[in-house]
């Protein structure tokens, strides 16, 4: 990050931080900064049959493991009682050479512990995503730590994540002045996290899914929280796919990861928001943050220093306008 960038960023302070509950009349909804990884859907929560029909072919089983079919997938759901199958999976991979991150054998199936799944996987030549350890690799785990599978004598690196735990990103993958903007609105919408989803989770499984994929996780999600807002700019399934229709992206092919999320948002304040216009000082900072508050409720109307959607469920603006005005005007003269 260059140094005028972190000066801009380390001179904004979020007013508060909100948990998220509430929608706009748009789908934006209002600043979350509590994180976790989000439970699927139980039985009694699934999408409906219309929402089914439309599933796409993302090769999940389609049935649930029974109580022969042991099985460790990315978590919660486990309630603090269940924790305990994830730290002795952690604590074998740790053993055998993969870390899980600084926080530890915690029992938590995160992001970090995902990495080292994944790690292990490749060395293993084992079938599967990084957000499942089933019962073929957990069975080669117990013999790869017994020593009945010789192991690999340089295992895969397992990649880090700075910051604590889940972090995938706090600055845009977007450098420059764009990257700027778009740190402005990621911070009281999602903290900057890549894999934010409502109500203040992480889920950074959708950071693999293709656009089809993540429709029908929204779907699901929705039915079950009540908002599919999903990504670093929490857009809900209908406005995301309006933009991503009109900058004609293939729902099939196209990956839901940070570039594709700041690509999104870049047309987005092409298109409806003037950013062009803003960037070249043909329009005012007043103006330019009223359009983007009419998007996001985490960002304050001008006129009114609080958000467009205030008194809609619990939406209120995540920073001061002086706030904003401020840095909207370091990032044009930076």
């Known amino acids: 990050m260059s140094t005028t960038r972190r000066a801009i960023n380390q001179a904004i302070t979020v007013n508060y931080d909100l948990e998220g509950k509430g929608l706009a ?53 486990y309630p603090p009682s269940d924790l305990q199958p994830v730290a002795e999976m952690q604590s074998k991979l740790e053993e055998i050479g993969y870390s899980v991150g600084n926080t530890g054998i915690d029992g938590k199936y995160g992001p970090r512990t995902a990495n080292a799944v994944k790690a292990f996987k490749e060395d293993y030549d084992l079938s599967g995503d990084h957000f499942e350890m089933d019962a073929q690799a957990l069975a080669t ?11 690999v004598s340089a295992p895969t690196q397992v990649a880090q994540i700075s910051g604590d735990i889940g972090d995938i990103a706090q600055d845009s993958v977007t450098q420059g002045k764009v990257g700027a903007v778009l740190d402005l609105i990621a911070g009281p919408e999602s903290a900057g996290r890549y894999d934010a989803v409502y109500p203040g989770r992480r889920r950074p499984q959708i950071l693999n899914m293709t656009l089809d994929q993540l429709y029908y996780d929204m779907r699901s999600r929705g039915s079950a929280s009540g908002s599919s807002a999903s990504g670093r700019y929490q857009y809900i399934r209908t406005t995301l796919q309006s933009v991503a229709n009109s900058m004609r992206l293939d729902p099939a092919t196209t990956v839901f990861d940070p570039e594709t999320q700041d ?17 070249a000082g043909r329009m005012s900072h007043e103006d330019f943050l009223r359009r983007l508050a009419g998007t996001w409720a985490g960002i304050p109307d001008p006129s009114t220093g609080e958000s467009a959607f205030i008194g809609i469920l619990d939406n209120r603006a995540g920073i001061r306008v002086a706030t904003a005005i401020d840095r909207l005007d370091q990032i044009q003269r930076a």
């Open 25 to 77: 009349s748009d789908g934006q909804h209002a600043t979350m900064s509590a994180y976790g990884n989000i439970p699927l859907p139980t039985a009694s929560e699934q999408p409906t049959d219309d929402d089914r029909s439309s599933r796409p072919d993302d090769g999940s089983r389609g049935d649930e493991p029974t109580d022969d079919q042991a099985s460790i997938e990315a978590g919660p759901p």
């Open 141 to 151: 785990l117990d013999k790869v730590v017994s020593g009945e599978i010789e192991r």
């Open 263 to 279: 690509r999104v948002a870049i047309y987005h304040l092409r298109a409806n928001h003037g950013l062009d216009r803003w960037l």
